[in-house]
Structures are given as C-alpha cells and as structure tokens.
C-alpha cells in the first residue's frame, strides 16, 4: 500500500469516526424539528400549506413522512430522522466519485471523495434532517445522467429536485447559462426541460384536487418574495456572468458552471436567507477543482484535511453532546401536553402539536411581522383555539406576542402552561377560559376563589378574578389545571435531560 493511499484510508477512517460521534451529539438545528412539524402534519391527515404552514416544497416531508409515522411520538425523533440523511449522504459521495472519474480520473476520483466528506459545511449540514439533503442527492444524480447525455432522466431527476426545493430553478438556470457560455447549448436542454417539469406538475395538480393550490403559491411564492430591492449585487451580477462569457471560452462545461452557481446564488436567490446550505449541489465540484489544483503536492491535500478536520471538531463543540436541550423539551412536551392539544412555539419545533397560529416566526416571518404585513393576532388566536401550553420565552417571539404570553403563562421549564402569578391583593386575570387550579409551593393552596371555598380545579373564565389566601401573604399561583394534574408546577421546574 503506498503512502497516498495510506492517508487517504486514514483520513476517511477519521470521518467516519468524526460523524459517528457527530450523528449522536452534535446540536439540533432550528431548522430540523421545523421540518419535522410539516411532515408530522401528513402523518396527522393535515394538509402542508393549507393546515400546517410551510414555506418549502413538499417531497422531502412527504417521503419521510412514514418513517416518523413508524416511530412514532418520542423525545429523541430527530436521531431516527437522521438515520436517512446517511443514506443521502452516502449518495452524494458516491456520485461525487463516478464524477470526478469520468472528468478526470480515479486518483482525483478517491482524493475528491474524501476531501468532500470532511469538508465542514458538508459534513455538519449532511447531518441534519432537512430537504437540502435530498436535494443535492437528486441533483448529482442529475449530473451523473447528463454526463451520459441522458437529459430526460437528467430532466426528470431535476424535477424531483424541483419538488424537494425551489432552489433548483438556480441549478436549472446554472446549466442553461453555462451552456450558453460554453456553446453546447443543444435540443437535449429543451428535453431536460421537458422532464424537469413533469413532477412540480404532478404535484401541483395533486394539490389544485385538493383545493389548496391559493395556499401553495401564497406559502412558496408570495411569502418567499423577498422585497430588499438591492439592485446592485444584481448589477454586478451581470457584470460578472459577461466576464465569465468573455474569459471561460476555453474552460470546462462544470468549471463555468460552477462560478455562474456562486455568482447567482449570492445575487439572485432570498438575499438574507443565503447560507452554506444552499451551497451544497455545487461544493463537489468546488472540491473536486481543488483537488485537481492539489493533486501532484499531497502533503498540501492532507494539511488540508486535517484543517477541515479540526474545523469539524471545532464547530461540533468538540464533539460534547448538545442534544439534550432539544431532547429535554421534547419530554416536556410529551408529559405537558396529549396529541391533539395545541401548544405556540415559534416555527413548529415542538413538532407533535397543532400550533393555533398558522405563521412562523422565522427570518422571513419576523421581517413581515415588523412590516405589519402579517397580522401580530397570536393572543387572540391562542384564546380562540384554547391554547394552554407555548414554548419558553424568547426574543423571536412579535412584542405584543411575548407581552400576552408572559403576562397570562408561567413558565414550567422548557415550556409554559396558561396561569399568572396572583398577586398580594388576591387579584389575577385569565386570558383563555378552562380548567385552573391554585398552587403554592407544597401543592394546593387554600381559600376561597371568586368569594366560594376552593375545593379543587375549577372553570374560569376570561377576566378578572380573585383568590383570598388562608395563609397571609404565601406566595400562590393559578395554573392550568390538567398541567398540574400531570406532575408540573411553576415551584418545581422540570429541566431533567434524557
């Protein structure tokens, strides 16, 4: 075995190692239990866009969408939702070596393969149950059949593509310019074209049958349109894709392609949503190009490895386990809350519960708040659904919003159930009507509510009420009776991790 071979074995061994003790203890993503929710909705007999809000496209929930009905409710469902990015993640690197072998050779093929499995963005983003995952897999799949002049099933791998995320219209419009660049533009594009447009259409269709087709392009087009008017990035957009008309004549179909992606992505695409992420169908080539550039000086390709290696350690956080906050308020939600009750959270992390408003408060969610473009109605849509349990307090939750839950929720943890603190007085109001009980730190408290002995959980209504102490001047709460009744108070906080 000579040397080369020797490091690449043993940089691939350490990536190995490196997502295994990645897949059990590197954080959760905002991004994942959101997800998550819109694929639970299918698996609740909810429709996406209509029922459960989603701003995505629908296959990556809709293929998943069975193995989280086989799981079912758990704390720790997002590691078994992991389980199938592996797959994806597998896929991408085996066409990333079928690629880099057909355009150059197997050496290139190996070093290409492997440098792209330690890349950090790749390697952490892979990890995580998201739709981008899919994505990418679909789109080299779509590279591997246009490398074999196949631009039907080019075309229809695209559409699929197309269907898991908007974002392929820049893939598309990345192979148009690039072969507009490069002149080999022929009829096999119109073809791809053909083929790309036969899922999206399918879907549409099935979704126009079901009467949700005003939701779909409210959710994928309307909310999505980012309104920011920089024009200039834009400009110089342009600007640059002529250069790389006038300068690229000589070069690769895919080295083209490569920098039109960049220089759309970053131009073109939701300019406050660009990440990493939306990087992932283009960074094999980026490696592979590398790797070429590299190819005759090893020792650089392996200083360059273990940079992407420690890297991975660093943004893992050393690899702790920081999945035990998600977990923990996962248990909460299980214990706290029965399927079909609602719970408020900000884009549906607690994913097993109806939310009573139909908006996220992701970035583009909390700009059109801002913008008075959606309604700031949440207390009121929290009091119409009887809605007793929300998530902990945060900054991303609209002010008026976060007033009314801090105001009328008491915090049990990682959640909150509907109660106030009563004041000296024996004063305290109700938002939302329904069954409460009095609690001090001990249990129960005694008295008299609203002027009659308190015996026990009671009905109350919304408004003023009042609570006279047997115990002057004990520290005593209103609460949520059934929160109670399932082992939770504002005096015990349950923050137990799992």
């Known amino acids: 075995m000579n040397r080369s071979r020797a490091t690449l074995i043993a940089i691939a061994a350490v990536s190995l190692l490196f997502r295994a003790l990645a897949f059990f203890r590197y954080r959760f993503d905002s991004d994942e239990p959101q997800h998550l929710h819109v694929t639970w909705g299918w698996t609740a007999g909810l429709l996406q866009y209509r029922d459960v809000f989603d701003n995505h496209a629908p296959l990556f929930h809709i293929l998943t969408a069975p193995l989280l009905a086989l799981a079912g409710e758990r704390a720790t469902i997002l590691f078994v939702m992991r389980l199938p990015m592996l797959v994806l993640w597998a896929v991408v690197l085996g066409c990333t070596f079928v690629v880099a072998r057909r355009l150059y050779d197997e050496r290139v093929a190996a070093w290409s393969t492997v440098m792209l499995s330690v890349l950090p963005p790749f390697f952490l983003k892979s990890l995580e149950y998201r739709p981008d995952n899919l994505w990418t897999a679909f789109w080299m799949l779509a590279v591997l059949a246009l490398l074999s002049k196949r631009f039907f099933l080019a075309g229809l791998l695209l559409g699929l593509a197309m269907a898991t995320s908007l974002k392929t219209i820049l893939l598309i419009a990345t192979l148009l310019i690039a072969a507009a660049i490069t002149r080999t533009l022929s009829r096999g594009f119109a073809v791809l074209l053909l083929g790309a447009a036969l899922p999206p259409a399918l879907l549409a269709a099935y979704f126009w ?290």
């Not at 406050?272 to 592979?288: G, I, K, N, T, Y």
């Not at 360059?304 to 702790?320: K, S």
């Not at 706290?336 to 009573?356: A, H, N, Q, S």
């Open 209 to 498: 049958y079901r009467g949700a087709w005003p939701s779909v392009v409210y959710c994928l087009v309307t909310f999505n349109r980012s309104a920011d008017g920089k024009w200039l990035p834009r400009l110089l957009a342009i600007a640059a894709l002529i250069a790389v008309a006038v300068m690229a004549r000589k070069q690769t179909f895919w080295g083209v392609a490569t920098i039109v992606f960049f220089v759309i992505l970053a131009s073109f695409w939701i300019l406050p949503l660009v990440s990493p992420r939306d990087a992932l169908p283009f960074l094999p080539f980026v490696v592979m190009f590398g790797v070429v550039a590299l190819i005759g000086r090893p020792a650089l390709l392996t200083a360059a490895a273990a940079i992407c290696l420690a890297l991975i350690a660093y943004y893992a956080d050393g690899f702790r386990n920081r999945t035990r906050e998600f977990t923990t308020m996962m248990n909460q939600v299980l214990g706290l809350t029965r399927p079909g009750e609602r719970l408020m959270d900000l884009k549906g992390e607690t994913i097993y519960r109806p939310r009573p408003y139909y908006y996220i408060f992701e970035v583009i969610g909390r700009q059109k708040i801002q913008s008075q473009l959606i309604p700031d109605n949440v207390p009121e849509a929290i009091v119409d659904a009887r809605c007793y349990v929300t998530q902990a307090d945060g900054p991303f939750f609209p002010p008026r919003t976060r007033k009314f839950l801090v105001d009328h929720f008491l915090d049990l943890g990682r959640l909150r159930a509907a109660g106030s603190l009563i004041g000296e007085d024996g004063s305290f109001v109700i938002a939302v009507p329904g069954e409460y009980v009095i609690v001090r730190d001990a249990g129960e408290a005694g008295g008299r509510l609203d002027g009659t002995p308190y015996a026990g959980a009671r009905r109350l209504d919304a408004g003023p009420h009042r609570f006279e102490r047997d115990v002057a001047g004990e520290v005593v709460t209103v609460l949520w009776a059934p929160a109670f009744q399932r082992g939770y108070s504002p005096f015990h906080r349950r923050d137990r991790e799992f």
